[in-house]
């Protein structure tokens, strides 16, 4: 399943960079894009466990910028 999220309070192209990153690494999800730019994150990840693997993009997203909100 592919899906789009809109990202609040993304503050740096740095920090969009490290997110992309690590989300790829999560088990169940094939590509990710996060966009600085657009505040935007495309996610391409495994349908059956799409809410599950969504509770840890949340979690890496909050690691890597705290006050980064995602909008679902």
Known sequence: MKKKFKL???????????MEE???KIDGVNDAVVSF???K??????DARFDDIM???Q???AKVEPD???IM
């Open 68 to 70: 980064c909100k995602l």
């Open 59 to 61: 979690a890496t997203i």
């Open 41 to 46: 994150m495309t996610i391409d990840a495994d």
């Open 8 to 18: 609040e309070d993304l503050d740096c192209a740095n920090c969009a960079a490290k």
């Open 22 to 24: 690590a989300i790829k």
């Open 37 to 39: 730019l657009a505040q």
């Open 55 to 57: 509770k840890e993009v």
